[in-house]
């Protein structure tokens, strides 16, 4: 028998968002795709992360975290959410948010299983149900509110339902679950005695007056829920990879045997630093951020428009859908690398977010840039709409 690549790596491919990136950085584009976030590091994470590499914090760590982390989490969880976290037994840090659903998905789920997931969905939490050999199943939800008929809900479930997705602020909807949905969506759970898993990664980026309900702290939640978050976006370390779960002891303990599995631990210096940041950055920096990236999301949105690129204004998280049907292209993918080619901005297609062609008219911009580069990538957007000479 020859050698050859085992069935499963069928089932995971370069995402759209990596190669997207891949060919803005060969043209030397400006990169509105991949949500990397290269706004600057506040000073307690780096100087937190720096002292802890000099002063000897470079080896194995406990699988679940150093214990610093672990109680930072727990009182900042408290403290914005009003969910009570024990530290010792009930979180869970990994590589990543999407380190952490990774486990929780290997530790909870069994090959089969269904796990509902709302479209636009982030192609991670899709990719990720396929590797570990779940099964997705689509409820969709619609413009300009993404919402969805609790109907289309109820007719995804079937005997081998064990689990639902929601992601809040969403990726790349930019949606943000109201009080009353979730407490829908609570009652759906407990209806069909399922897992919610949740993606809160971008629960301080919120426009708008709105505020971030965490779904664990809905009435009949908290032990179903496998709560997923991590300081990635809010400190600008995407590259750390640092995440965290929260759930019941129940599940923290396996979850936590798999991430020793795979991850072994976290960097434990970079789990200094956001041990520091977390504990040393209050509400004042949060509300701050939310503050900047909403001005961020106007520069965006307003030179979208301007060159016919109709935007959904998010409520949260930072990322714009927009529709440009108007590019030449049989799909989405053809008009984002024509529109890169074009300008020099990359975008995602909004096929990458859809299991059918539904996204083929739109693309997904990231506004995570220094203001200057956004107000660049506008002025370079105009050159699609043929008012500005290549």
């Known amino acids: 028998m020859p050698l050859e690549l085992s069935k499963r790596h069928k089932l995971v491919e370069q995402s759209a968002i990596r190669y997207m990136s891949i060919e803005c950085a060969r043209l030397g584009g400006i990169n509105l795709s991949q949500g990397v976030c290269d706004t600057e590091i506040p000073v307690p994470v780096r100087r937190g992360a720096q002292e802890a590499i000099e002063s000897g914090i470079n080896t194995y760590t406990h699988y679940a975290g150093i214990s610093g982390l672990l109680e930072a989490i727990a009182v900042k969880q408290e403290k914005f959410t009003g969910m009570s976290v024990d530290p010792g037994s009930e979180i869970v840090v990994s590589a990543g948010a999407t380190g952490a659903f990774y486990c929780a998905c290997l530790a909870l789920l069994n090959p089969g299983d269904e796990v509902i997931l709302f479209e636009p969905y982030y192609g991670y939490h899709l990719s990720t149900l396929i ?91 908290r032990e179903r829920t496998i709560t997923i978050s991590g300081p990635s976006k809010t400190f600008s370390i995407t590259g750390w990879r640092i995440g965290y779960l929260i759930c019941n002891k129940r599940w923290a303990r396996s979850i936590g045997y798999f991430n020793d599995l795979v991850y072994v631990c976290g960097p434990a210096p970079l789990q200094a630093g956001v041990a520091e940041g977390l504990s040393k950055l209050g509400r004042n920096y949060y509300e701050a951020l939310a503050r900047d990236f909403a001005r961020k999301r106007d520069i965006l949105c307003d030179g979208l428009a301007a060159v016919g690129f109709t935007p959904n204004i998010p409520q949260g998280a930072y990322y714009v859908l927009a529709d440009i049907s108007s590019l030449p292209g049989k799909n989405s993918l053809e008009r984002a690398i024509y529109l890169l080619q074009k300008t020099g901005v990359a975008c995602v297609p909004g096929e990458a977010f859809y299991h059918d062609d539904s996204g083929e008219n739109l693309a997904r911009f990231c506004f995570a840039k220094e203001d200057d580069v956004l107000k660049e990538a506008c002025r370079r957007l105009k050159r699609a709409s043929g008012s500005c000479t290549v």
């Open 131 to 221: 590797a570990t050999g779940a099964v997705p199943v689509y409820v969709r939800t619609s413009p300009p509110d993404w919402s969805f008929p609790m109907a289309d809900l109820e007719a995804a479930v079937t005997p081998r339902t064990r689990g639902i997705m929601i992601n809040t602020p969403a990726n790349p909807s930019g949606k943000v679950y109201t009080g009353e949905e979730l407490a829908h969506l609570a009652a759906f759970a407990a209806r069909h005695d399922i897992f919610v898993f949740t993606d809160e990664i971008y629960e301080h980026f919120l426009y708008d007056g709105r505020k971030h309900t965490a779904p664990a702290t809905v009435p009949g939640m």
